[in-house]
């Protein structure tokens, strides 16, 4: 995220003509970070968001309320990108621009998720046209202000190397100890990777040009990451493992399914048969259908013998 900010505050806008000005980053490069090296952080964010901020019990609860699993964030992100790579002049700088916001939009959407199910806030789920939206801001806000929460190596669990806090994990009252050191050793590799990117024999190396805007955008990051740490390092005390350790059995008894057993993972939705049963707009339209068919199909190729 610190990288994609540095991309997006050195993106030069102006003449399109003016070939003195050098893109920050190729978007070639963009396209290769977002399409392998982080292919999993930018893959099926608004079923996290739905899973963990809405409060959809299952993907199936998810796929039955919106229809599909298709994700369209990450093909819109890598469309951007892919038409910046075919462009030129200003086209390519604002799409290349464009994409970066956009790809960092994700990548706070997927980590705000996961620490606001982590830290185990109330879902945020109503009946309105306003519920997707606020999901989105809701993630977007949680992975600006607890970003590290959202990392899978940030437990509850202790340190393995103290006995005192193998006992406090054992009887359920970790105290987030490995939790906070994981949030700092992630924060320090990421203020590291973004001051060797300052350097200018690194940027020259690797063929950046990260000189637009750099006081501001140094001093912002470091606001940042100072910030968003230490909410993070102070939100680890609300990781509970007890209340994983519920385990529900696989299958229950019950009279009123047809073969006496239900499955209580998953969610209980009561399907109309008659709903797919659709009727044909008048009779014998299948046929009319049919032969409207043959009839462009023979039109296509007597136009093609003609």
Not at 187 to 211: N, P, T
Request: hydrophobic share 50%; net charge positive.
């Amino acid at each position: 995220i610190p990288f994609l900010v540095r991309v997006i505050a050195s993106v030069p806008f102006g003449d399109g003509n003016d070939t003195s000005q050098s893109m920050a980053i190729n978007p070639l490069m963009m396209l290769l970070l977002f399409a392998f090296v982080l292919q999993n952080e930018t893959s099926l964010v608004w079923l996290a968001m739905s899973i963990n901020v809405r409060g959809s019990n299952s993907v199936g609860s998810h796929v039955w309320r919106d229809g599909g699993l298709t994700d369209y964030s990450r093909i819109v992100l890598l469309t951007i990108l892919i038409l910046a790579i075919f462009s030129t002049g200003i086209v390519q700088r604002i799409l290349t621009w464009a994409g970066a916001i956009f790809g960092c939009l994700i990548l706070l959407c997927n980590l705000g998720s996961r620490s606001w199910k982590k830290i185990d806030l109330k879902p945020i789920d109503f009946n309105s046209v306003f519920s997707a939206p606020i999901v989105i801001l809701a993630s977007i806000l949680a992975g600006i202000a607890f970003p590290y929460m959202g990392l899978r190596a940030v437990d509850s669990g202790s340190d393995d190397s103290s006995g005192k806090d193998e006992v406090e994990k054992i009887i359920f009252h970790p105290n987030g100890k490995r939790g906070r050191q994981n949030i700092a050793l992630a924060s320090s590799s990421a203020a590291i990777v973004f001051l060797m990117s300052d350097i200018k024999s690194v940027q020259e190396a690797l063929g950046f040009d990260f000189s637009k805007f750099r006081g501001i955008t140094n001093f912002m990051i470091g606001v940042w990451l100072l910030f968003s740490s230490l909410v993070s390092i102070l939100l680890c005390r609300r990781l509970d493992s007890s209340r994983s350790k519920k385990i529900e059995p696989f299958l229950k008894r019950d009279e009123i399914s047809p073969v006496g057993w239900i499955v209580p993972s998953i969610p209980n939705i009561v399907i109309d048969p008659n709903l797919s049963r659709n009727k044909m707009f008048v009779p014998g339209s299948d046929i009319f259908c049919s032969l409207f068919v043959l009839g462009l199909a023979f039109l296509i190729s007597w136009t093609g013998v003609r």
